[in-house]
């Protein structure tokens, strides 16, 4: 099956239903827990769980894979930086993402496979390409692996670029041996100054695999050879998406059938990353917006179009969000709930814009329709109608996982709201804090760090700022300041 790249589809989920009836397989990269998890980060999560969730209210058991990237050249760095174990650092920030998503509503993946349990499936890839011609061994004896781009004719397809026009590869250590630059790492050797911890042993010499080189083997050994769908961020389209797809075809692998990419969540125009200096944690955004009204921002573009962050933006959401629960609260009240029908039916129009390349805006145009409709049918005591339409408003958000009665987001205002307090008092003394240290008045902040110590707090000091969490809670439980 030819090659389909989906950022400028117009029919995806009526194009992909009749390949595989019933059956859905879906694979979307995952994090790379090196630092807690911002709202740019969680996007393509909350976007791809909207595809999930469509599919599976047209009927289709849908495998679902996230993976955890827990071993790279970030993580190694930041985590010596830190003064921990890289294992410890990665699994600390792993269930921080964890605990957002699920904040968010995210359904759980059906597996959620970490690249340091896949080693053997990558070592078998690597022999596959080195078989077929389209890998080799660094000859400087660093243990190195590369890819051969120019051994695989169709390097490039995904994201439509002539070889010659792109920029060597970045995966691989200054002066590396590669017979192209922009062969990138399969495999990369240990390095003395790396922890033996972070080396595997292969056939070509101990090291850790390369990042493009993971997705492949955990999508395909719980996916098997050939797919269906394959997601992530708009920036993973190159190199990381084009180098997947490239290993995965050379060694034989039909891959993924289908590619589809988020667009990026900004500020003042600019892509929301840690570089620029512009990032906001999910914590920090559960303080100012409920999980639900967030979601609800994230889910109302359309998934290849940039979301603007602001105060503007988050009050909009808040009240548009606040339209359909309150609509979902008045009829609830007013009907007996032995005569409300169940839920999965959604109007034709809903249906044609989910069909239409998860046309999100358009999906909540009507539901703001049928709560309008709802809301005329409550003032004109029509409670004859009203028992369908809080059927259908229901279903429509809870396909796109804003459900109001979903009891998650009960849970996750309440724990939301005391974690929040909480963080909000503990910051306040870790400011005053960092500046008694700053104006080297150490008395002060030994005895605020006194105070938080017999309080049940327990402050850690990083690269990255003062972490703090409660006395015996886990290190997932950590907060940054």
């Known amino acids: 099956m030819p090659l389909r790249l989906y950022d400028s589809a117009t ?23 090196q630092g807690s998890p911002h709202v740019g980060h969680v996007r393509a999560q909350v976007s791809f769980d909207v595809l999930r969730r469509w599919l599976m209210v047209t009927g289709y058991a849908v495998t679902f894979v996230r993976n955890v990237t827990d071993i790279d050249d970030k993580t190694l760095a930041k985590s010596a930086d830190a003064g921990r174990p890289w294992w410890a650092h990665a699994y600390t920030y792993e269930r921080e993402f964890d605990e957002a ?38 000859q400087d004896g660093s243990g190195d692996v590369y890819f051969d781009v120019r051994s695989f004719a169709d390097y490039g397809q995904l994201t439509h670029q ?75 389209r190159f190199p990381h998406h084009e180098n997947e797809l490239a290993q995965s075809r050379a060694a034989g692998d039909g891959f993924a059938r289908y590619w589809l990419h988020n667009a990026w969540v900004v500020q003042s125009g600019e892509k929301m990353s840690k570089s620029v200096g512009n990032t906001m944690t999910i914590q920090a955004l559960f303080g100012r917006v409920r999980p639900v009204v967030l979601r609800y921002l994230l889910v109302g573009p359309h998934y290849r179009s940039n979301i603007e962050i602001s105060d503007e933006s988050l009050a909009e959401a808040t009240a548009a969000y606040e339209r359909i629960e309150g609509f979902v609260a008045r009829a609830s009240q007013r009907l007996d709930s032995a005569v409300q029908p169940p839920l999965g039916v959604v109007p034709v129009a809903f249906a044609a814009a989910m069909d239409d390349d998860l046309s999100t805006p358009a999906a909540l145009a009507v539901l703001h329709d049928t709560v309008r409709e709802g809301n005329r049918a409550l003032a004109d005591g029509e409670l004859g109608r009203l028992p369908v ?71 850690e000091d990083t690269p990255d700022g003062a972490r703090w969490s409660l006395a015996g809670a886990s290190d997932a439980d950590r907060q940054e300041s």
């Open 389 to 459: 339409l809080l059927a259908e408003v229901r279903s429509m958000a809870d396909t796109l996982g804003l459900d109001p009665l979903d009891p998650v987001w009960d849970a996750a205002s309440r724990d939301g709201s005391a974690q929040t307090a909480l963080d909000t008092l503990v910051r306040a003394e870790l400011d005053a804090r960092g500046q008694a240290r700053k104006e080297r008045d150490f008395a002060t902040a030994d005895a605020i760090r006194e105070r938080l110590v017999a309080a049940g707090v327990t402050i």
């Open 11 to 33: 029919r995806l989920v009526r194009d992909f239903v009749p390949l595989v009836p019933r059956q859905a397989g879906m694979y979307v990269c995952g994090p790379t827990p």
């Open 162 to 236: 002539r070889l010659d026009d792109m920029q060597p590869a970045e995966d691989a250590d200054p002066g590396a041996l590669k017979q192209d630059p922009r062969d990138f790492a399969l495999w990369k050797g240990r390095k003395p100054d790396e922890p033996a911890t972070a080396s595997w042993p292969t056939p070509w010499g101990p090291g850790r695999p390369g990042w493009h080189l993971e997705c492949s083997a955990m999508a395909t050994r719980y996916l098997g050879p050939e797919f269906d769908i394959h997601g992530g961020g708009i920036d993973l």
């Open 101 to 138: 998503y699920a904040a968010l509503n995210v359904l759980a993946p059906s597996i959620q496979p970490r690249a340091t349990g896949h080693i053997l499936e990558m070592i078998e890839l690597i022999e596959r390409l080195l078989a077929r011609g389209h890998a080799y061994i660094a």
